[in-house]
């Protein structure tokens, strides 16, 4: 069984730190768990911040989910934040065009402050 997600709360914020490899491999669980982590806080979140400072591998696919949650954290009335933490994931957001409609930051400390 796969270890949940550890969000961690802030005033009107949570950061959800996501796992060291993002991929089709383990997408389905992530999608439900950050679905989860909106859906706890609908009403009480202002900004959903997922963290991939941990994160040295995203495919495509797992790149694919950044928008999705976005678009549920909006439906939640949330913006969505990244913290992108390596440059193989900054490029990898950006040639999967996730960084046109998501903010990408370089670390955590900036991805709060532009909250």
């Known amino acids: 069984m796969p270890l949940l997600l550890h969000p961690i ?13 993002i991929d089709i491999s383990n997408l389905p669980f992530l999608y439900a ?7 706890d806080r609908e ?10 400072t941990r994160t040295g ?9 950044i928008p999705a949650v976005q678009e549920r954290a909006r439906e939640a009335g949330a913006r969505t934040r990244v913290v992108a933490g390596t ?10 065009q996730v960084r046109r ?5 370089h ?3 900036e991805a709060l402050a532009a909250s």
């Not at 709360?9 to 950061?15: K, R």
């Open 43 to 52: 009403g009480h979140l202002d900004v959903l911040v997922l963290d991939l």
């Open 9 to 21: 709360d802030l005033p009107h914020c949570t950061v959800v730190p996501m796992p060291e490899e």
């Open 101 to 105: 409609d998501v903010p990408v930051y």
């Open 57 to 65: 591998f995203i495919d495509s696919r797992g790149a694919s989910m």
């Open 87 to 96: 440059r193989l994931v900054a490029r990898v957001l950006e040639l999967t």
């Open 107 to 109: 670390d955590l400390a």
């Open 33 to 39: 768990e950050t679905g989860r982590v909106i859906a």
